[in-house]
């Protein structure tokens, strides 16, 4: 490590091998050129590039989907069968009377047939949307009602657990095709193992436009319902240049991204970046559990790994050494996204693995990776990187009436992007104004608030809504977090602000200790002492509760709304994507 900058040993050539130079010449233009497209005038479609292109060309025997069942046992699927298989699939939505732009939901674990349903739809050019098997009824209900479920395609348990009893609410969903029925059930509740038989394996992709809506993602606000982002078929470009730029696709590579589809991340890169650029894609069915992560990597000899810091922190919290324990030596680049990814946990990587971590920023919105950190580039850590060639980021000033973007460096701001990148959202689902508001001129405003330092590189601040005001001082949760991560008994923590009369907020720290530490005054104090240390009196937490657990989202983000909420005894709100223990 020099000035606070990590080189990172290189296996192989970065296809992204100069950022500055190749940012001066990037267009769009040349990047579409490796897309295919349709046949002459008939446009962009994703499950064409993803699966079908492959199949009638050097790839068709390649494997593009292994799925790691709960018993280890694995099923492939080259892209010559996942063509085929995903042709059935269109071809009974046809049958079913499913017309372009119609919404065909997923509610499944990540078995084979979650990725068959996603690209059939896609070759439908109807309109894919995954939800998290774990949802209780109600965030199922809100998802399906609000987004007018033609199709959906869950196993009997589930529909037995949380959809039967929502059916006669939900008048627009006509069809429920059972992965794990074998026989006739009634017209609206089908076999899908029977409807896939006798399916035929042919199918001609409808003319798509690249406008036309292709994914549909709910994100959940902080306080409101959550809203349904669309997602247009052009996002295909930027999920073939993110893999190929980010995640470094070559040919031959095996790549693991442990997202689950029903977060953005899980479709985008656990779906769509990988099959787009030919490589081959491991899905694992079960949750995280550390022994059985590394063995995959191992096993599975993965080159590219795509992960999210809640999972790296658990990592980093057990005493196993991946690197002497387990046969990595396939493994070059290991990715984060999600949530801040703190320097302690970058380091992490080079001690555990040989390389540093590197953090991207993206979000449901924005379709794909924004930001992000290059294998040819140095690595700050604590850093998310620099914009993607061809996405201009920037920190702004925002008012009631406008808009600027500045050009000081260090200076804290909105995070904002210049409108137009191929996989920005075009709606919120029935919610005109809502996405309207998301937009001030040529900007699309992030809610996120960040840094850009003087060599260009991005640091997170925190979320807008999360922003504590103290003493005068804007201070964002992450850098409080970074620092009591930095302290030795320190697992996890959050930071809130808590109305107080004389200085506004106070700051407030939420902490999980790691194990073998004890929770009690004295732990307290030398953490608090270490947090005055680093940060100063006015920002250092003034308050310190030990907790077992932080309450996260299903895709592993920390709520901290919710803490504080419950912290005043406020309504908590939309709950629907909590992770409950
Ligand atoms: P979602 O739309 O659910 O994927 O959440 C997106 C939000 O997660 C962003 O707006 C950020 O607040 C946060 N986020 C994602 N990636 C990062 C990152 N690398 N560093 C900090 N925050 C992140």
Known sequence: MKNGTILIPLAVSPNLNDYDSFCQSFSWQEEKQSLDGLREGKGLNIAYEAVERHAAGELKDTIALRCIGKDRTCRDFTYNN???????????????GVQKGERVFVLAGRMPELYIAALGTLKRAAVFCPLFSVFGPEPVFQRLSKGDAKVLVTTKSLFEKKVRQLLEKLPSLQFILLIDEEAYVSEKVRSLPRMMEEAYDEFSIPATSPEDPALLHFTSGTTGMPKGALHVHEA???????????????KGDVFWCTADPGWVTGTSYGIIAPLVNGV???????EFDAERWYSILEDQKVNIWYTAPTAIRRLMRMNIEPKKKFHLEHLRLICSVGEPLHAEAVLWGKKAFGMPILDNWWQTETGGIMIANYLSLKVKPGSMGKPLPGIEA??????????????????????????????????YLHEEERYNKCFRGDWYITGDLAKKDADGY?????????????????????????????HPAVAEAAVIGKPEPVIGELVKAFVVLKSGFIPDEATQMDIMGHARKYLGAAVAPKEIAFTENLPKTKSGKILRRLLKARELGLPEGDLSTLERG
């Open 82 to 96: 996942l063509h085929k298989l995903s042709s059935r699939f269109a071809n009974i939505l046809t049958t079913l």
């Open 458 to 486: 991005y640091w997170f601040v925190g979320r807008a809504d999360d922003i504590i005001k103290t003493s005068g001082h804007m201070v964002g949760p992450f850098e409080v977090e970074a620092v009591l991560m930095d």
């Open 394 to 427: 920037g920190i702004a000033e925002i008012n009631d009436r406008e808009l600027k973007i500045t050009s000081q460096p260090e200076q804290q701001g909105h995070l904002v992007i210049k409108k137009g990148w191929p996989s920005m959202f075009h709606a």
């Open 280 to 286: 081959t894609n491991i899905v694992d069915e079960e």
């Open 236 to 250: 295909v470009l930027m999920h073939y240049m993110t893999g190929k730029y980010v995640l470094d696709f070559h």
